[in-house]
Each structure stands twice: as structure tokens, then as C-alpha cells.
């Protein structure tokens, strides 16, 4: 069974960093686009950023852009979400996800996801 897990979340104030990490259960997934969605208390779950099978290209959100970073190493089955200049909106719950599509496509088609891991931006 695949399984994403992952790490890094937690609680930072208003400008400050994290660094969350998803590691996968299965190397064949380094093959594929993968990703992050966010979903924040009341609201839906929203695409938030994704890198192809090889990190050489990336899709991020307007919402994130300049402040988020995305990268992946295939020889550890990881894809990294680095957030700088975080926000009190940014909080949210954050999803690992893998999609067997082309990257154009993923913000809207996932196969598996992650179990979430919790960012909370204090202002």
C-alpha cells in the first residue's frame, strides 16, 4: 500500500520558515508529479504547489509565489516544501500528494495523499 508521510510541520510566527518534507513509500513514485494542497479550518483543500518527476520544472500558486519553494530527490522518494515569509493564512493543513498525470494536469487529478501535517502562522 503507498503511503506518504509527512514532516516538518508546526507552529511559526508571522515572517519565519518551514521546511515540511514527504517522504514516499514506494520508489516507483519518483516518477511521477508530486506535490502540496493546504486545508485550512472551514475551507476547501487548495492546490498549493507541485515539481515534476525530475525537478526540473515546477507549478506554484500565486498565492505562494516568491515565498514558497518546492524541490524533490528521487534517491530518498522526497519531495521538500520549503515556506519563507509565512503568514497567518498560511495556516492550514498541509498534504503531500502524487499524481500520475503530467504536471499540467496534477492540481487537479492526485492518486494518493498524505495523512496532512498541521502549519500554524501566529501573527
Known amino acids: 500500500q503507498v503511503q506518504l508521510v509527512e514532516s516538518g510541520g508546526g507552529l511559526v510566527q508571522t515572517g519565519g520558515s518551514l521546511r515540511l518534507s514527504c517522504i514516499a513509500s514506494e520508489r516507483t513514485l519518483s516518477s511521477y508529479p508530486m506535490g502540496w494542497s493546504r486545508q485550512a479550518t472551514g475551507k476547501e483543500r487548495e492546490f498549493v504547489a507541485g515539481i515534476n518527476w525530475n525537478g526540473r520544472s515546477t507549478y506554484v500558486t500565486a498565492f505562494v509565489k516568491g515565498r514558497f519553494t518546492l524541490s524533490r530527490d528521487n534517491a530518498k522518494n522526497a519531495v521538500y516544501l520549503q515556506m519563507n515569509s509565512l503568514k497567518p493564512d498560511d495556516t492550514a493543513v498541509y498534504y503531500c500528494?502524487?499524481?500520475?498525470?503530467?504536471?499540467?494536469?496534477?492540481?487537479?487529478?492526485?492518486?494518493?495523499w498524505g495523512q496532512g501535517t498541521q502549519v500554524t502562522v501566529s501573527s
Open positions: 500528494a502524487v499524481s500520475r498525470v503530467p504536471l499540467s494536469s496534477s492540481k487537479d487529478h492526485v492518486d494518493y
